[in-house]
């Protein structure tokens, strides 16, 4: 027994790169399904999980199933619902007033409301120069989406009452926090020119994990990177795009 056990052991170990990525895929899949906004960090502590990359193993090992994400990601929106509930005063205006009721914070111009809470949606995580798009949800006012968001354009065909118009104000000095994927053919110092390109750029980046060895002979870069805007975002996506081996570079909406 003690020597299957070990044996088990060892084989976990030796899959660990590829049952992180099961599990991000896992992860980002029930996410969307229950239309939950959440990071994953937050949903690991959830599980009091300290590494992220530990979580994320956890379900491609299959100790962690969608049903115990469910449950745990439903438990925490009802208590934040709850916790958030004596600030969710809001009111709607309508017809040719309604723009005398703008309410304008933190680079965002949102029409038609005041009194709303704001927050970025973590699925598409827009930056200054995406097409946006507020949708207003109880205890937690309004969550920006980009338009091309698959979350916000679910809501559309079925709850377009919640939907409102938000835009981007003057430029900021402030950092948004953008998830990237960055697919290649494996090579010697992949990740490394990845990061350097970024820091070249003068742009943080929060995190950097790689999952190399498929079958195939490609590897995945994943990188959380703090943007200002768009324009250099792009930039930024398009510079790696150039590096070699590179095969795709995309943003990351779950």
């Known amino acids: 027994q003690r020597a299957r056990s ?4 060892w084989l976990r170990k030796q899959n660990r790169d590829v049952n992180i990525l099961r599990g991000r895929q896992a992860l980002e899949k029930e996410l969307q399904r229950l239309s939950a906004d959440m990071s994953f960090e937050t949903v690991s502590k959830l ?8 979580f994320l193993a956890a379900i491609g090992y299959g100790d962690i199933n969608s049903q115990h994400i469910a449950t745990k990601v439903l438990e925490y929106e009802r208590r934040e619902q709850e916790r958030l509930a004596p600030y969710d005063h809001f009111s709607f205006h309508t017809g040719q007033n309604a723009a005398d009721a703008d309410a304008t914070f933190d ?8 009194g709303l809470l704001t927050n970025l949606g973590k699925c598409c995580s827009p930056v200054p120069g995406d097409p946006i798009l507020g949708y207003v949800t109880k205890g937690r006012g309004v969550t920006i989406h980009t338009q091309k968001c698959p979350n916000i354009n679910r809501m559309l065909g079925r709850d377009n009452g919640r939907i409102i118009e ?7 000095e402030k950092t948004y926090p953008v998830k990237i994927h960055v697919m290649a053919y494996d090579r010697s110092g992949l990740v490394r020119d990845v990061a350097a390109l970024v820091a070249d750029e003068h742009v943080n980046m929060r995190n950097i994990e790689a999952v ?13 990177l703090e943007i200002q805007d768009v324009a250099q975002l792009t930039r930024i996506m398009t510079k790696i795009e150039r590096l070699p081996n590179i095969k795709d570079v995309f943003r990351k909406v779950s």
């Open 6 to 9: 070990k044996i088990r052991a």
């Open 47 to 54: 599980f009091r999980y300290e590494e992220l990359e530990d």
């Open 107 to 114: 680079g965002l111009r949102v029409q038609g409301v005041e």
């Open 166 to 172: 938000v835009s981007w104000t003057t430029k900021q």
């Open 212 to 224: 190399t060895g498929q079958k195939d002979g490609l590897a995945v870069i994943s990188a959380t």
